[in-house]
């Protein structure tokens, strides 16, 4: 005597969703009826998810209207990570028999051996690569515009940059390039990939909301039974680009300082424009170093004392001076000594990128070393 | 023979509630089924009703057997190919599923209708 199994089994359909992964989870019977359904939840997952994984592990009857709705699904959509969990026996035969080229994981992998060993390693390397923190994009081998073609990105790269998977794919990684990158540092890489050297770098790279951020990669020739791709591995370095600037810039400070006290505040003046060009990689600046009531003027210095003012008590002062141009002032007084920089010729980008309470810092540090 | 369905003017829609129809007649026999059963017997079903819809719904006559369960459609095919289709080919999969999942499948063809019978076990 048989216990029907089918009298609890109508299709549920569990969708936890993310930007980086989607899960979709099929408990039931899958009907014909319920194709057109599935298939526009997939394809919205497939669309707006880095990855997609299609958790099987309660699935009942499997047939060819499932398999249907994920060809369906598929049809329009370019992205390639689709991923099975944990399917019935005889749903592995519906897949092998489709043909779909879908990777399916089972998570029994825990045998003993070599992890090359393991039926389950191919896909332990995938999942080490979508669930890694850092970002990685391969792309086709071709350097000439449009080239190279984005075929594959982690989940990682699209936090990083903001894209989706689907959005960009089969486009070309220039799209992340903007005003603020390094054009002498892309021929190098170019020279490098051309040689087939790995290339490791560090330039102003932008997100799709347009932000800037300071991207350090490293990108490698890989060769494949298809053909030849570019692997990148790319990190956020913002915050240590500037840690790093900013330590340099107070060094250049506390060196201009060791000079005898004639001479140090011009020095001091000087050191205070070569730190702000480091920190903000662009502008021209002015900066003095003065006691109250020594007063002179510059012709990049020249502003209203109001805005010192405002600068020295509330923070750095930004100046929109012309369409899209954008002056940096900041001000600090020690003692008797009153420190003034002004920074001209920045755009919007170059302010995104930079840490102003760096520049308040430094200002501070050249008032207190020229009071020494 | 423990039953008998005419499924009149069959439609895919309706694969569910015939299949279940058709389990819980089966609960009266010994045959165990499975997932891999119910999803074979489910494809056959929707062959059927596809096959019937296009000539325009004729009726499915389906009975299920102590040993074995029979789907009865119009074919315009003599013998069901039960290749598989490519990969890219959304419908025609059906019968190659039923003949994969459960192998103690035979067909036989007559008078402008085939029968599929499934073995059970």
Same mark, same amino acid.
Not at chain 1, 170 to 182: I, K, N
Not at chain 2, 77 to 82: C, I, K, L, R, S
């Given at each position: 005597m048989t216990t029907p199994r089918h009298d609890a089994h109508s299709l549920s359909i569990a969708v936890d969703g993310a930007p980086a992964r989607t899960r979709i989870r099929l408990t039931g019977d899958f009907e014909p009826s319920h194709r057109l359904l599935f298939t526009e939840i997939l394809r919205g997952a497939l669309k707006t998810s880095a990855i997609t994984e299609l958790d %099987?592990? !309660? @699935?009942?009857?499997?047939?060819s209207a499932a398999v249907a709705a994920i060809v369906d699904a598929r !049809?329009?959509?370019? &992205? +390639?990570?689709l991923v099975i969990r944990n399917p019935a026996p005889h749903i592995v035969t519906v897949l092998e028999i489709s043909n779909l080229d879908i990777p399916v994981d089972t998570e029994d992998a825990d045998e003993p051996g070599l992890p090359s060993s393991r039926p389950g390693y191919d896909q332990l390397i995938a999942r080490s690569v979508t669930s890694g923190r850092e970002a990685m994009c391969i792309t086709t081998d071709? %350097?000439?515009? +449009?080239? +190279?073609?984005?075929?594959y990105v982690n989940p990682a790269f699209c936090a990083l940059t903001g894209y989706s998977a689907n959005e960009i794919i089969? &486009?070309? +990684? !220039?799209?992340?390039?903007? @005003?603020?990158?390094?054009r002498v540092m892309l021929d190098r890489l170019r020279a490098q990939l051309e040689q087939r050297e790995t290339f490791h770098g560090e330039t102003v790279n932008y997100r799709k909301d347009g932000a800037p951020f300071f991207m350090n990669w490293k990108i490698t020739a890989v060769d494949a039974d298809d053909g030849r791709y570019f692997v990148a591995h790319q990190i956020d370095a913002t915050t240590s680009v500037r840690a790093t600037r900013n330590v340099a810039a107070t060094a250049l400070l506390r060196d201009a300082a060791d000079h005898g006290e004639h001479e140090r505040n011009q020095r001091l003046a000087d050191a205070l424009v070569a730190a702000h060009h480091m920190l903000l990689g662009a502008g021209s600046v002015g900066s003095e170093i003065t006691a109250a009531d020594t007063r002179r003027s510059g012709d990049t210095i020249d502003r209203s004392p109001a805005v010192y003012e405002r600068a020295r008590d509330s923070g750095p002062e930004i100046i929109e001076s012309d369409l899209h141009a954008f002056e940096l002032i900041v001000s600090a007084d020690i003692d008797s000594r009153e420190v003034r920089v002004v920074v001209t010729g920045l755009t919007s980008d170059h302010l995104k990128l930079t840490a102003l309470d760096d520049h308040v810092g430094l200002v501070r540090l050249a008032a207190s070393l020229a009071v020494g | 023979m423990i039953e008998h369905f005419e499924w009149e003017t069959p439609h895919i829609d309706e694969v569910r509630t015939v299949r279940h129809q058709i389990l819980d007649a089966m609960s009266a026999s010994p045959a165990q089924t499975d997932c891999t059963f119910e999803t074979a017997l489910s494809e056959l079903l929707t062959n059927a009703a596809e096959a019937s819809t296009e000539a325009e719904r004729e009726t499915v006559l389906i009975e299920v057997h102590d040993t074995h369960v029979t789907v009865t459609n119009h074919s315009s095919?003599? #013998?069901?190919? #039960?290749a598989v289709p490519p =990969?890219? =080919?959304?419908?025609?999969r059906g019968l190659a599923f039923v003949a994969a999942l459960w192998p103690q499948t035979s067909w036989l063809a007559s008078d402008g209708q085939i029968t599929a019978r499934m073995e059970l076990r």
């Open positions: %099987l592990s !309660r @699935a009942g009857v499997f047939g !049809r329009d959509v370019e &992205q +390639p990570t071709e %350097l000439d515009s +449009p080239g +190279p073609e984005i075929v089969g &486009q070309s +990684p !220039r799209v992340l390039q903007g @005003a603020l990158t390094d | 095919t003599e #013998v069901p190919d #039960v =990969a890219d =080919a959304i419908r025609g």
